[in-house]
């Protein structure tokens, strides 16, 4: 209990709990389990059932299946898959750092109120996906 309380408090230091991951594994390293530590978003899930724009930060969510994918691509020695994932990690800290996108809450947390300041989360997820194209395209 004292974890969750703690990590909670250390994750608003860092500007948002939809920031922080939650990575367990065994001492053998073999059994591993990576989630989005903030919680559901039940607010937000109902405003988008009456048809209302949300601005949800997916990144602890997409950081949770890509840590998994990296531990299953280290696990199988499928070096494509942690390389897609660690690009997938990479488009959405680009989408923010490189190009301001950003959603509400880290928008906030930025000082920054106006509604032109942040957008949804689609339009977030549209943001990484373009990124995303450019990266792997990189890469190869």
């Known amino acids: 209990y004292d974890g969750d309380v703690q990590s909670d408090i250390v994750a608003q230091g860092f500007g948002s709990l939809g920031l922080m991951t939650s990575v367990l594994i065994t001492p053998d390293g073999k059994t591993f389990e990576a989630e989005a530590a903030h919680g ?12 209302n724009p ?13 840590r998994g994918l990296v531990k299953r691509g280290e696990l199988d020695g499928t ?10 990690e990479k488009a959405c800290v ?6 301001g996108i ?39």
Not at 54 to 66: E, G, K, Q, V
Not at 102 to 124: I, R, S
């Open 40 to 51: 559901t978003v039940t607010r937000h899930f109902r405003e988008h059932q009456k048809g």
């Open 54 to 66: 949300t601005s949800t930060n997916p990144i602890a969510s997409i950081f949770a299946w890509t």
């Open 79 to 88: 070096p494509e898959v942690v390389a897609f994932a660690e690009s997938l």
């Open 94 to 99: 680009d989408v923010v750092n490189e190009q």
């Open 102 to 140: 950003m959603t509400k809450d880290l928008a906030l947390a930025c000082g920054k109120k106006g509604k032109d300041d942040y957008v949804t989360t689609g339009e977030y997820m549209d943001a990484v996906e373009r990124r995303m194209k450019t990266v792997l395209r990189e890469k190869l």
